[in-house]
């Protein structure tokens, strides 16, 4: 079965603080992907990698970035929380080509 | 652009009954990919469906068939014999035709379905 980690289930922060997600997935898929889910909006994609050390910018990429430094792992960093980044972030993967993603458990951040 | 829209915020269904759950699309790429998706309050994504639009049949999976009509561009999710543990968050996704190479997806709003017994 495929498996896709995420490091933390809950997360509190404080506005201000430097956040690290980490996702890591053990199916060697070239391509992660990150959301962010919130109430009436959907799932929307923050960023996404399709190699490593190669990041993509989604629809709502200000206030993130990325970093793929090894397949199976990629990395969300908020460099400087705000409470408006308070959300369910999901992370997903697939292989190139195949057309359905498998994500993780997701993690609840709350910035304070 | 591209655009999935799912008009019901929320549904109820008595247990045993089928239930429909609304999905409209909008895209000029001629080749693209349909996906329901299940989040249960545990809070993870579950794939159902998948139709891709060259497909000539409907998908199915178990109680699970999407009611594809291109014309329209539809894409309905259609449970058969509703069961309380379909309670949840049932979102419609569409791969990303300019981004679809990675496999990108668009999603919906969601649509929370409430089973009553």
């Known amino acids: 079965d495929v498996k896709v980690t995420q490091s933390s289930r809950y997360l509190v922060k404080r506005t201000g603080e430097k956040v690290f997600l980490e996702c890591v997935q053990d199916m060697d898929h070239e391509n992660m992907f990150w959301y962010r889910q919130d109430p009436g909006l959907g799932l929307r994609l923050i960023y996404f990698?399709?190699?490593?050390?190669?990041?993509e910018k989604g629809d709502i990429p200000e206030g993130y970035s990325v970093s793929r430094e090894k397949k199976e792992r990629f990395s969300l960093i908020l460099e400087s929380a705000s409470t408006n980044q308070t959300s369910m972030y999901l992370c997903?993967?697939?292989?190139?080509?195949?057309?359905?993603?498998?994500f993780g458990p997701g993690t609840r951040l709350t910035v304070l | 652009a591209q655009k999935i829209t799912q008009t019901q915020p929320g549904m109820f269904v008595q247990e045993k009954e089928a239930v429909t759950l609304d999905c409209t699309y909008d895209?000029?790429?001629?080749?693209?990919?349909l996906f329901w998706y299940k989040q249960p309050s545990s809070g993870e994504m579950i794939f159902l469906i998948y139709?891709?639009?060259?497909?000539?049949q409907n998908a199915t999976e178990g109680r699970y068939s999407l009611n594809f009509q291109k014309a329209r561009k539809s894409a309905n999710l259609v449970i058969s014999a509703s069961q309380l543990g379909d309670s949840a968050m049932y979102f419609c996704a569409m791969r990303d035709g300019v981004r679809g190479s990675q496999g990108n997806l668009i999603f919906g709003k969601g649509t929370k379905l409430s089973v009553k017994p």
């Open positions: 139709q891709g639009s060259y497909d000539q």
């Open positions: 895209t000029s790429d001629p080749s693209y990919g």
């Open positions: 990698s399709y190699d490593v050390k190669m990041k």
């Open positions: 997903a993967s697939n292989l190139q080509g195949d057309n359905e993603q498998f």
